[in-house]
T-cell receptor, first 115, second 113 residues
Framework: GAGVSQTPSNKVTEKGKYVELRCDPI?????LYWYRQSLGQGPEFLIY????????DSGLPNDRFFAVRPEGSVSTLKIQRTERGDSAVYLC?????????????FGSGTRLTVV | QQPVQSPQAVILREGEDAVINCSSS?????VHWYRQKHGEAPVFLMI?????EQKGHEKISASFNEKKQQSSLYLTASQLSYSGTYFC??????????????FGQGTTLQVKP
């Protein structure tokens, strides 16, 4: 597609529930990143995919968070047993490393609110 | 380790200049700069690579001092559209070709007419 698409744009869930956040990157971009951003803060790294594999998942806060990218395009971030502290904007970005460290293109994010 | 940005906030009149700084305690391979407007996604401005190469698509400039692990973003003759929060994102030497970035806390820039 023309840009990075994230769905849903807003998600309200109850504490303890499971949520899935979807990211559809720019066509042909092999690198995909998940970040989360709290109010007034910079984006915080969660996980990076190169193709289908997670090249770096060092930012995932705990084992309640998991992400997949089974066909090397769309990615899903999964959060189990949500907690109020998980509330944030979850940003997805993609890039094409073949261009030599290009900038990221970010999606508009999913605003997750855990009540 | 998160890079540190300064200042935290800047208020300018249209046409004035501003400098935003980003410093890290770690050896850096590259520095990215992004601008984010309220409620929107961050937008890529520029990337600076170790060795001095600079890539961007807007009429702004930046520097990267590898020795001091610092980068500065220069906004000249500011326009109302420059308002927003500016983030630097750094990748560390030795992180390979991952492109993983660690972002600073942001600098809020407000340009007034």
């Amino acid at each position: 597609g023309a840009g990075v698409s994230q769905t849903p744009s807003n998600k309200v869930t109850e504490k303890g529930k499971y949520v899935e956040l979807r990211c559809d990157p720019i066509s042909g971009h092999t690198a995909l990143y998940w970040y989360r951003q709290s109010l007034g803060q910079g984006p915080e790294f969660l996980i990076y995919f190169q193709g289908t594999g997670a090249a770096d998942d060092s930012g995932l806060p705990n084992d309640r968070f998991f992400a997949v990218r089974p066909e090397g395009s769309v990615s899903t971030l999964k959060i189990q047993r949500t907690e109020r502290g998980d509330s944030a904007v979850y940003l997805c970005a993609s890039s094409d490393p073949g261009q030599g460290f290009p900038g990221y293109t970010f999606g508009s994010g999913t605003r997750l609110t855990v009540v | 380790q998160q890079p540190v940005q300064s200042p935290q906030a800047v208020i300018l009149r249209e046409g004035e200049d501003a400098v935003i700084n980003c410093s890290s305690s770690k050896a850096l391979y590259s520095v990215h700069w992004y601008r984010q407007k309220h409620g929107e996604a961050p937008v890529f401005l520029m990337i600076l690579l170790k060795g001095g190469e600079q890539k961007g698509h807007e009429k702004i400039s930046a520097s990267f001092n590898e020795k001091k692990q610092q980068s500065s973003l220069y906004l000249t003759a500011s326009q109302l559209s420059y308002s927003g929060t500016y983030f630097c994102g750094t990748s560390e030497h030795g992180s390979g070709n991952t492109g993983k970035l660690i972002f600073g806390q942001g600098t809020t820039l407000q340009v007034k007419p």
